[in-house]
């Protein structure tokens, strides 16, 4: 489970907040959203990731609730991008490059369904562009069995507490950070040198 201490939480400072209107917004969700939000903040175009909830039914989640598994949510993340720069497709296959698609409800070492894979679509491009890519990840061979990735309508995404937002950034220390964000994020890096911004 991702977890901080109450001191982590209680130390975290707010996160300033961007104008992001102007910029296009995907959902997905994959695991831990330190991981995933960590990950995509390292993509060219990408302005900002916000970690939060969704999925689903119940109103302003907690992460004890969300954590806990007493929601029918999931840890998600929100990523504003410009599309002049990068598109929703890449979005997706740096999310599927960037975990085990093949992983029931989970990625290691954090499982349970508050932890499956779901790429959100807002519209009927967004549906097509998901379900093409996941048809051409079970196709290549990649993997001996099936993509487990949810592909839904996205309703509402529900943002997590300050002290969640940029937190492999601002916890380098944490012993989770340390032993899973950090190398799930440079496998990542290390696998999609090409998409990355020039600080990283």
Not at 28 to 46: K, L, M, P, Q, T
Request: hydrophobic letters at 30%.
């Amino acid at each position: 489970m991702c977890s901080s201490s109450p001191t982590a939480e209680a130390m975290a400072p707010a996160k300033e907040p961007k104008d992001l209107s102007n910029y296009s917004v995907a959902y997905f969700a994959s695991g831990c959203f330190w991981c995933v939000e960590a990950i995509y903040e390292s993509v060219r175009g990408v302005e900002e990731a916000i970690s939060g909830y969704s999925g689903g039914t119940e109103k302003n989640p907690t992460y004890r609730q969300v954590g806990g598994g007493s929601t029918s949510h999931a840890e998600a993340v929100a990523v504003y991008y410009d599309p002049e720069v990068v598109d929703f497709r890449t979005l997706v296959k740096v999310f599927y490059g960037s975990q085990d698609p093949t992983t029931v409800n989970g990625q290691h070492p954090d499982y349970g369904p508050q932890y499956r894979s779901i790429i959100f679509y807002a519209n009927a491009e967004e549906r097509t562009i998901a379900e093409e890519e996941k048809a051409a990840l079970e196709a290549s061979g990649l993997y001996s069995e099936p993509i487990a990735t949810e592909i839904t309508a996205f309703t509402k995404f529900w943002e997590a507490e300050d002290y969640h937002q940029d937190y492999e950034k601002l916890n380098p220390g944490n012993p989770y950070v340390q032993k899973v964000s950090i190398p799930r994020l440079k496998r990542f890096q290390q696998k999609f040198p090409e998409l990355l911004k020039e600080d990283h």
